[in-house]
């Protein structure tokens, strides 16, 4: 049985493996995920028949009774995790931990709306399943790399938002000025401009507002080119950001692989030192 649980350990918790990737079965764990959701968003669709309904339950079940399998499982198999305390601890620490309550919370979103009806909202939750799975891989360290890239430039980037609230702001206050009295519906008020200079600012607009002055179309189109500019900004930065972290990413294993091949040449030169040492030996005369 000990085998067997860490077999299950190691298949089922992604960074046991050897290699580091993920397993062949987590894998198919996050296929199953993305056809549960399909499934479940199929599931809201009034115009399909009832045929069509029956197969989606029929699959809500099936898909519910693998989701509980792998959480019996991965409870079972949390004792194997490394690391002080008896077999019980470590399951409990499992499940109250945040990725065993995501767990807990997918079996009950996929077989919940077998028995309490319609519960759409709650399937949708086994999409973070995937987020969790793939969070908790080989990603991981990129992916903190990455954030602690980004919160490096948080001062950039909030200079780059409290400047787009400012673009926002006055597009939204001249366009009320200039053609408030001539549309009152979107340009009544600052706050009802406030939408027509964010869906211009960020795209091209909706088409459901728009300036009908020659002095509004000219501070529609200024607003519209600064959007350009102001789209830029941040792209940059985070691109940037994503730059530096793949470096760093980079230089580490750099380091790693100098600090490897260190140890290579510290094992080549005991082994070394062994054989000069067994070689004096096998050639010592006899007293």
Known sequence: MAGLRAKLYEQLFVGAHPDGRLTVLNRLLIVTIILAVLGAALGTEPELSDGTHRALLIAELVFGTIFLGEYVARVYAAAEAPGEGSAWSKRWAFMRSWLGIVDLIVVVATLAPLIAGDAAVLRVIRLFRVIAVMKFGRFNQAIQSVWRAIADRGDDLIVTAALAFVFVLTGATLLHVVEGHIQPEPFGSIPRALWWAVITLTTVGYGDAYPITIVGKIIGGLL????????????????????????????????????????????????????????????????
């Open 224 to 287: 519209a080119m600064s959007g350009v500019a102001f789209v830029a900004m941040p792209t940059g930065i985070i691109a940037a950001a994503f730059s530096d972290a793949m470096q760093e990413r980079r230089d580490q294993k750099i380091q790693e692989m100098r600090e490897h091949l260190e140890r290579l040449d510290e094992i080549d030169e005991n082994v070394v030192a062994k054989l000069e040492q067994l070689e004096r030996a096998s050639h010592k005369p006899p007293e």
